[in-house]
């Protein structure tokens, strides 16, 4: 397995403002997770984010060297909305 490129991330977890997290929160159950997936050591999920919301994350979470998203810190993606544990869903209440 390749090593991860760690300078392809931001020095230190960048948090949203506020009003960056209110832009993508229209997003949140927009993003499509795929199955789990693993090998011998590590567990995987992919996860794709919609264009829309793509185009609204601020720009220095990408890598412009690569025209993607950078690696991103755990408080990065979860500031996002991403999550890697489905949130259940309850029925409603009478």
Do not use: C
């Given at each position: ?39 011998d050591e ?27 998203l950078k ?14 544990v489905p ?8």
């Amino acid at each position: 397995m390749a090593a991860l490129e760690h300078d392809r991330r931001n020095k230190h977890p960048r948090a949203l403002t506020d009003a960056e997290r209110e832009r993508l929160k229209e997003f949140k159950d927009s993003i499509h997770y795929s199955s789990r997936y693993s090998d011998d050591e590590y567990e995987y999920r992919h996860v794709q984010l919609p264009k829309e919301m793509v185009k609204k994350i601020p720009k220095d979470y990408f890598d412009p060297s690569k025209g993607t998203l950078k690696l991103l810190w755990d408080e990065e993606w979860r500031d996002l909305g991403i999550t890697q544990v489905p949130l259940p869903e309850y029925p409603p209440e009478d």
